[in-house]
């Protein structure tokens, strides 16, 4: 089963904007939904953010408004823009394909700090 590779975490402050990367191998998002997730210290994993293979997207509440995700033309490379970002987006990001049940296995991730 395919892996995606997470990228382009890092720390920012209170207010800034990030954006992450989901890599895949050939046209895998405009085939499979996909989903992104988090996982802060000492908490369970949680939802984040959605994009179906044809383009729709859903978004925690936590998020709405201020997380957009979206894919390139080819399908192989999937964004999570953040912006206005809070302490408490403070996580590991992971992509993965499949929602809403993920199927695949869960990469490294990309950390994302937020903290003045």
């Known amino acids: 089963q395919e892996q995606l590779v997470e990228s382009g975490g890092g720390l920012v402050q209170p207010g800034g904007s990030l954006r992450l990367s989901c890599t895949a191998s050939?046209?895998?998002?405009?085939?499979?939904?996909m989903a992104w997730h988090r996982q802060a210290p000492g908490k369970q994993r949680e939802f984040v953010a959605a994009?179906?293979?044809?383009?729709?997207?859903s978004y925690a509440d936590a998020v709405k408004g201020r997380f957009t995700t979206s894919k390139d033309n080819a399908g192989s490379t999937a964004y999570l823009q953040m912006d206005n970002l809070k302490p408490e987006d403070t996580a590991v990001y992971y992509c993965?394909?499949?929602?809403?049940?993920?199927?695949?296995?869960w990469g490294q991730g990309t950390q994302v700090t937020v903290s003045s």
């Open positions: 050939g046209n895998t998002f405009m085939i499979y939904s």
């Open positions: 994009l179906l293979s044809g383009g729709s997207t």
């Open positions: 993965i394909l499949g929602w809403p049940v993920p199927f695949g296995s």
